[in-house]
């Protein structure tokens, strides 16, 4: 939306209000910190007597309203028996306005009213009257014209819609043998995903002889498990540095429900998310002759041993099933056929991945 667009809203509103009130001089109380410049320009645009403060509530962090709002200055003290009009730059859910609802409530004002420069119908509550906007718009995180994305582009004249990439963020579950690591190399190169092996990260990390790698080095030499923070944080460092990808396939953690739950909560700091996990689903003799045969091959020893690859089976089983019911609750929890050729399975996920 252009500046003259936007100028013309802010005229319009103050038009609206000067009609009500131009027998007496109200309050304006401007909510920070996005409705400085519309308090600014909307001050301009008045053109009878009046009085302005600010209030200041928080409620928004990155793309996301924590649903919570903090009062973080409080209203203006003079307010008893004047009519006092909130200027908002934008009203969506409603939580900021509740809360400025209840602190009016415990004052003795003779009216108030609000007016937002931007307004958000399809998704606000409907509790309260809005009794003046600018423009109407659809749910869309709009940027400029003091209303920022993590305290940035304020400062612009005109707004805009945030250009947001849809990111898919999967974890990839199978049996060794299913053709995890196969089907990864495909996906990756596809979708622009960056695959993360917890098994590479490892022996990177310890090859490298990294700050974290020592450490888990620390832990493995002495027999210990190494705990899920260090393996998470070494998660961190890899999503940190690939800024580019539009997503991530996550191979090999999480391994219990612990762990996936410290991988939601990290995420969650990157306004990020799992969109699917996916488990490759194949049956027992299929895989272990395909085992037998890769260990021919690779000159792996527990690929030679069939009582060993069905141990392997059943600590898959026995540590799979929990997250299964825990993606399953969540409805991010898809089971393919693993079994056939390549391009078979690799079209099998795809379609999986293309729904989401």
Not at 48 to 68: A, D, W
Not at 73 to 93: F, H, Q, Y
Not at 137 to 143: A, R
Not at 164 to 189: C, R
């Amino acid at each position: 939306m252009s500046e003259a667009q936007i100028l013309a809203a802010v005229q319009s509103v103050a038009d609206k209000v000067a009609i009500d009130y131009k027998n007496e001089i109200p309050i304006f109380v401007g909510v920070l910190n996005g409705s400085f410049m519309f308090v600014s320009d909307f001050l301009k645009a008045y053109p009878h007597p009046c009085e302005v403060s600010f209030v200041k509530l928080s409620s928004y962090q990155g793309l996301t309203s924590t649903g919570i709002v903090e009062t973080l200055l409080d209203v203006p003290e003079n307010i008893e028996g004047r009519s006092v009009i909130i200027l908002e730059d934008i009203i969506d859910t409603g939580r900021t306005l509740k809360e400025l609802i209840h602190i009016f409530s415990k004052t003795n004002v003779k009216e108030f009213k609000i007016a937002s420069l931007f307004y958000k119908s399809e998704i606000y509550n409907g509790e309260y009257a809005i009794d003046y906007w600018g423009i109407e718009i659809p749910d869309k995180f709009i940027v400029g014209y003091g209303l920022d994305y993590k305290e940035l582009g304020r400062n612009l004249k005109a707004v805009y819609q945030l250009n947001q990439k849809h990111m898919i963020n999967i974890v990839l579950f199978g049996k060794p043998g299913a053709g995890k690591g196969t089907q990864a190399e495909f996906l990756k190169e596809k979708y622009n995903l960056k695959h993360i092996s917890t098994g590479d990260l490892f022996r990177y990390n310890i090859k490298n002889k990294t700050e974290l790698g020592i450490l888990a080095r620390s832990y493995m030499d002495k027999g210990d498990l190494v705990p899920d923070e260090v393996t998470i944080k070494m998660l961190e460092e890899t999503v940190n540095n690939n800024p580019d990808a539009s997503g991530f396939i996550f191979d090999g953690f999480p391994r219990t429900t612990a762990q996936a739950d410290a991988l939601d909560a990290f995420l969650k700091t990157k306004d990020l998310k799992i969109d699917a996990t996916i488990a490759l689903d194949a049956n027992d003799e299929v895989l272990i002759h395909r085992l037998l045969e890769r260990g021919k091959v690779s000159g792996r020893t527990d690929d030679q041993d069939e009582h060993k690859i069905r141990n392997r089976f059943d600590e898959y089983n026995e540590k799979t099933a929990p997250l299964k019911e825990y993606y399953e609750t969540q409805g991010k929890f898809h089971s393919v056929n693993g079994i056939g050729d390549i391009d078979a399975v690799t079209h099998r996920l795809e379609k999986v991945i293309e729904e989401l």
